[in-house]
């Protein structure tokens, strides 16, 4: 069974920077599709950020394009969120997911819908004060 553990989470001014790291047990990590989604509380509707696929291929929500960067190390099994000029409305609780067979998930709209992802972290969360 996987199991993600994410962190790195906690309070910044808006336009600050913050990084979220998810720790992924599992032998065939490489293989992952590994994202981030998040949401405003426990129970509301997941939010999609970003996703990156096994060759390192990322792919951004239209509100994490071009100050999130989503990346991954396959030598420590970790997958990163660089958040920069972040604004209250990053607000939530960010968690980490993973697609552990992700044949032909990458073309298709799974990759930005919770349902698409089979293992998830338990969450961190963000508050940005403005």
């Known amino acids: 069974q996987v199991q993600l553990v994410e962190s790195g989470g906690g309070l910044v001014q808006a336009g600050g920077s913050l990084t979220l790291s998810c720790a992924v047990s599992?032998?065939?990590?490489?293989?992952?599709?590994m994202a981030w989604f998040r949401r405003q509380a426990p129970g509301k509707e997941y939010e999609f950020v970003a996703v990156i696929n096994w060759d390192e291929t990322p792919y951004y929500a239209d509100s994490a394009m071009s100050r999130f960067t989503i990346s991954r190390d396959n030598t420590e099994n970790t997958v990163n969120l660089q958040m920069n000029s972040l604004e209250p409305e990053d607000t939530a609780y960010y968690y980490c997911?993973?697609?552990?067979?992700?044949?032909?998930?990458?073309?298709?709209?799974?990759?930005?819908?919770?349902?698409?992802?089979?293992?998830w972290g338990q969450g961190t969360q963000v508050i940005i004060s403005s």
């Open positions: 599992g032998r065939t990590f490489f293989n992952y599709a």
């Open positions: 997911a993973a697609q552990t067979s992700p044949t032909a998930f990458w073309f298709s709209t799974a990759k930005t819908r919770a349902a698409g992802y089979d293992s």
